[in-house]
């Protein structure tokens, strides 16, 4: 093997040994994360690890885009693992495999959807990854659609100025949806990180004793909200 070879194998293996350090000092310090402590828990010197990571802003970002992308896989693989016509199996999946990723790594998830990191502002890297998880419940419905299978919305509709902004959104994931299904989509959107949210820094507690029944009830509440049907290959029932 060349002598570059080498170095970039050694490269990457520290470089993944740091991002694995950086992810244990998350779980104990949250996300206030200082490449110093890093260093000394590698036995490195702190200007080595910043050959690897120029700032602490650029650890953050790789171990964002990471935890978002572990996070997408675990969506997408769930989607995957069900039959295609089962259009509210596929989305009960992706919810389940959201909220169950969540509490297995509760720091990575709290570097995601928990408070702001003072003076972190995320590059537009992290806007990619950030979708997969949103784009997985589009494409159910994206296919509902393109079968007829999808209930008509009732209620109220969004204004003109959201219908705009959603019409702009589908422009960019091509299909037969609406404005209306898609703002659906993007409420359950919503509700789903808020429950994983209310979970995993414990707000259930004291109010809600079972909490996988209860999450699971209100995803399929927004599933109706959707207009998903209830058995694989049927339309949805009109109201």
């Not at 590698?42 to 910043?50: H, I, K, P, T």
Request: overall charge negative.
């Amino acid at each position: 093997m060349s002598a570059p070879s080498i170095r970039a194998r050694v490269r990457a293996e520290l470089t993944q040994e740091i991002k694995a350090v950086a992810r244990r000092h998350l779980a104990t310090d949250g996300a206030n994360l200082s490449l110093r402590a890093v260093a000394r828990d590698l036995g490195m010197v702190s200007s080595a690890v910043y050959r690897y990571f120029p700032s602490r802003d650029a650890l953050l970002t790789a171990l964002i885009v990471e935890a978002y992308q572990a996070l997408g896989d675990a969506a997408e693989a769930a989607d995957g693992a069900v039959a295609r016509d089962d259009l509210r199996g596929r989305w009960l999946a992706v919810s389940h495999a959201v909220r169950t990723w969540a509490l297995a790594n509760p720091a990575e998830y709290a570097l995601l959807y928990g408070s702001p990191v003072p003076g972190y502002a995320a590059p537009d890297e992290t806007v990619v990854p950030a979708q997969r998880v949103v784009f997985a419940l589009v494409e159910v419905l994206i296919d509902g659609a393109a079968a007829g299978r999808l209930a008509t919305p009732v209620g109220t509709t969004a204004p003109p100025p959201v219908r705009a902004d959603l019409h702009r959104l589908l422009q960019a994931r091509p299909g037969a949806l609406d404005e209306e299904h898609l703002s659906r989509c993007m409420s359950a959107w919503s509700q789903l990180f808020g429950l994983v949210n209310f979970e995993v820094f414990g707000r259930l507690e004291h109010v809600i004793e079972d909490h996988e029944p209860y999450f699971d009830h209100q995803m399929r509440l927004m599933a109706d909200l959707a207009g998903l049907p209830d058995e694989p290959g049927q339309p949805a029932s009109e109201e």
